[in-house]
């Protein structure tokens, strides 16, 4: 069955319907098309557009339809050009004549504009939950962690020390602002477009803030060209997802490093990690890899509808069918990468002392050998040229610093004194940085705490 045809004399031909049809991909949406469905009806009735008995026996048929689907006695088909019409067909099919009043007052314009807005809506439910199951993850291992020392980077090269739990802090903030974009997304997309047709609304006497209320959306759309042509709610989306995907993809980028033979700070479980067809000793991250590679095609989503909308004019054109495969691959990719990084991480074992030795052997304790000198009334310019020597020396010999006798520390600066020692332990380093946001066990305290209430709210 067409919602179209009257003014046509020859049949489609069957490539064009299908390179038209988009069942293969909108029945996604049925339980969203039904539920616009009824809720449109029900409006009608309160209007006196239909009668009672109509309303009834039209929803009456559309819930019979939704509970068949979903229980497989009905298999939706690719006979039909999109769900609209295999759902009016099949309703028209069960009640007869009160099935065709069921499109009155709406253009299959407004109503896969409503469709998909209600899809969405829910997925980003879906996704933030998935979101912020990945945050409880990452907060339970920070809370063992705030004293797992490791070395902080920055150009892939030794920093200054850190711990496991401020490090995987800063994950924590990430996914955190996802949260907060996917909320400020699901607000901005919450009104109905039901109720503005094609294009300039309708001559019936439609009750658009009731059908809006009855969907839980804020509102109606106030423009309705726009409501059927907007897809900004879309570009929002797939831009949040890419940021999340961005996201996961720089932390799985973190634990292949990790990883490897050369860093072994982690050692993933054996249910997230395959071997080699080949090689028997291997064990390759291939779930963080995959994540890694997966970013790209959420780009490609995003990249792909922002060109498909760059040039069309008001209001609707078919060019916007194109955005429905690409947000459900990029939705089924990010909550499918969501899940299982949550499930690698949950299972994560790490190398503390690994991490420890580490952060020793990579002078990441230099910047508070400096700040001791300092400390000692040396000025800063200076103190920066000692300790460089110092390293020097180090690197020559094959120590670190914490390995220098004291005779050898105050052989290139006098100023040293025995209390050198516990001024770059790896302890003194992190725990003497307590201002808020700081690797510190005090700051790190206020952090969790922090994290703790947002978790819970």
């Known amino acids: 069955m067409k919602l179209w045809g009257g003014r046509f004399t020859k049949e489609t031909n069957e490539l064009v319907h299908n390179f038209n049809a988009s069942i293969s991909f909108d029945q996604k ?40 689907i979903i229980n497989g006695k009905l298999e939706i088909d690719n006979e039909h050009e999109d769900i609209h019409s295999f759902i009016e067909a099949h309703l ?12 009155t007052g709406r253009s299959r314009n407004d109503q896969v504009a409503l469709d998909m807005k209600l899809y969405t809506r829910d997925e980003i439910i879906e996704i933030d939950g998935l979101v912020k199951d990945l945050l409880v993850v990452i907060n339970d291992i920070m809370k063992a962690n705030t004293e797992t020392y490791m070395p ?61 209320t009855l969907l839980g959306f804020d509102g109606p759309t106030l423009n309705s060209m726009d409501s059927v042509s907007d897809r900004d709610y879309l570009i929002e989306l797939l831009s949040a997802l890419s940021t999340i995907m961005m996201h996961l993809s720089r932390f799985s980028e973190e634990i292949i490093i990790w990883n490897s033979n050369e860093y072994r700070f982690v050692e993933l479980d054996d249910a997230y990690s395959t071997g080699s067809s080949i090689m028997p000793q291997k064990k390759n991250p291939d779930i963080a890899e995959l994540v890694r590679g997966k970013t790209g095609r959420v780009y490609g989503a995003l990249v792909s509808l922002l060109t498909v909308m760059k040039g069309l004019p008001l209001a609707y054109n078919k060019d916007m069918q194109e955005d429905k495969e690409l947000t459900f691959d990029a939705m089924d990719t990010v909550k499918g990468c969501l899940a299982l990084f949550q499930g690698m991480l949950f299972t994560m074992k ?100 922090l994290n703790e209430e947002y978790l819970k709210a």
């Open 29 to 68: 949406f049925f339980q969203q098309d039904i539920k616009g469905s009824i809720a449109h009806v029900t409006m009608l009735a309160k209007q006196g557009i239909l009668s009672v008995k109509e309303k009834d026996l039209i929803i009456n048929g559309l819930s019979g339809l939704l509970e068949d």
């Open 92 to 103: 028209i099919e069960r009640i007869g004549d009160a099935g065709k009043k069921l499109h």
């Open 152 to 212: 902080g980077f920055t150009h892939l090269q030794k920093a200054q020390p850190v711990t496991l739990a401020h490090h995987l802090g800063a994950y924590f903030e990430m996914f955190r602002r996802d949260r907060s974009r996917l909320s400020d997304i699901a607000r901005r997309l919450n009104l109905s477009p039901i109720g503005a047709g094609a294009l300039a609304g309708t001559t019936y006497p439609l009750d658009r803030e009731y059908t809006a």
């Open 350 to 449: 790490f190398n503390k002392e690994v991490m420890s030795d580490s952060a020793k052997n990579g002078f990441t304790n230099a910047t508070d050998a400096a700040d001791y000198l300092v400390n000692k009334g040396v000025p800063f310019r200076d103190a920066h040229g000692i300790v460089g020597q110092l390293v020097l020396y180090c690197i020559e010999r094959d120590i670190a610093l914490d390995d220098m006798s004291l005779e050898e520390f105050r052989l290139i600066s006098p100023v040293f004194m025995q209390d050198i020692y516990e001024a770059i332990s790896l302890t003194t380093c992190v725990n003497k940085r307590n201002t808020i946001g700081a690797p510190g066990t005090d700051a790190m305290a206020q952090i969790l705490k």
